[in-house]
């Protein structure tokens, strides 16, 4: 009776396991409920059944697991082939972007990065870091000769291969200040390149994204969902990028192109501090306040 007792603990603790997780994977969408995955759990109850009447405890739990193990395996999502795969990065002289760009080169990616400064420290560490798949490329999202010039350098890269992902995270706050005293140029500034800018890129880059049936993220912020005193300016401009984001993957979708939206929390990245490159070519506003600096946000 104790040995009887002993092996149907054992089976109900292999079974209490494998469905907690496939439970968990559920209710994180990592796995989905489709037949295959009620015919495996049919044919591991009838497994079950059969281990526990018909084999030793030891042998039977052994075959049940192993089995449990294959069917686990099974339903795991195929990780993602990176051969032939290329990404396209704005904003990478720090921060996001510059994380991004190594971590995905370091993936195997075909990485084309965009910075302000192809002179900088982050572009200099880039290229130190990254293998030769990384083209840097210099760009300044207000100006549309660059992203001219961005898009014709990658097509050349690319040939007749697709873009397979973009990445909108270039963005800035140009000042921390009371909305009402807020001048109109930071508001224009960080619609510009937050928003505008992201749209040039999208579109000008959208016809290389559909062929390879890509996908496109933007790097959108939490202030564009909640109200933050003395964020007007850039709360705005994340708000009508979020938005954009949410009717393009829409209006995307029939053509197999993926399109998301991230909102990260509060991380040290370049969003404040002083920037000569960003000052120099900042119109000066009333309020003399230039606390912008290239980020990835």
């Not at 339903?75 to 971590?103: E, W, Y």
């Amino acid at each position: 009776m104790e040995g009887y007792s002993s092996s149907f603990l054992a089976y109900v603790c292999v079974i209490t396991v494998l469905g907690t997780v496939v439970f968990l994977r559920l209710l994180m969408s990592e796995v989905q409920l489709t037949h295959r995955l009620i015919i495996y759990a049919i044919l591991l109850v009838a497994l079950e059944r059969i281990c526990y009447m018909y084999l030793a405890a030891l042998p039977g739990l052994l075959v049940f697991t192993v089995a449990c193990l294959l069917a686990f395996q099974s339903l795991s999502p195929p990780k993602l082939s990176v051969q032939g795969k290329s990404v396209f990065i704005t904003g990478c002289d720090s921060g996001f972007g510059k994380t991004m760009a190594q971590h995905f080169d370091s993936l195997g990616f075909e990485v084309f990065a965009t910075v302000l400064n192809k002179n900088g420290p982050g572009a200099k560490e880039l290229l130190q870091i990254c293998s030769e798949q990384l083209t840097l490329i210099q760009m300044d999202l207000t100006k549309p000769e660059d992203i001219e010039r961005a898009l014709q350098i990658t097509k050349e890269k690319l040939g007749e291969k697709g873009l397979w992902g973009l990445v909108n995270n270039a963005g800035r706050c140009s000042t921390l200040s009371n909305a009402e005293l807020t001048a109109m140029s930071h508001y224009r500034d960080c619609m510009e390149i937050n928003f505008f800018g992201a749209i040039a890129i999208t579109k000008g880059f959208l016809p290389l994204i559909r062929r390879a049936k890509g996908r496109i993220v933007n790097v959108s912020s939490p202030v564009g969902e909640v109200p933050l005193p003395f964020l007007a300016a850039y709360g705005a401009s994340k708000a009508a990028l979020t938005l954009f984001t949410n009717i393009l993957r829409l209006e995307l979708s029939h053509w197999g192109v993926k399109v998301c939206n991230i909102l990260p929390g509060p991380y040290k990245t370049a969003l404040l501090g002083e920037s000569p490159l960003w000052c120099a070519r900042k119109t000066t506003s009333s309020t003399g306040l230039c606390v912008a600096k290239n980020k990835q946000n």
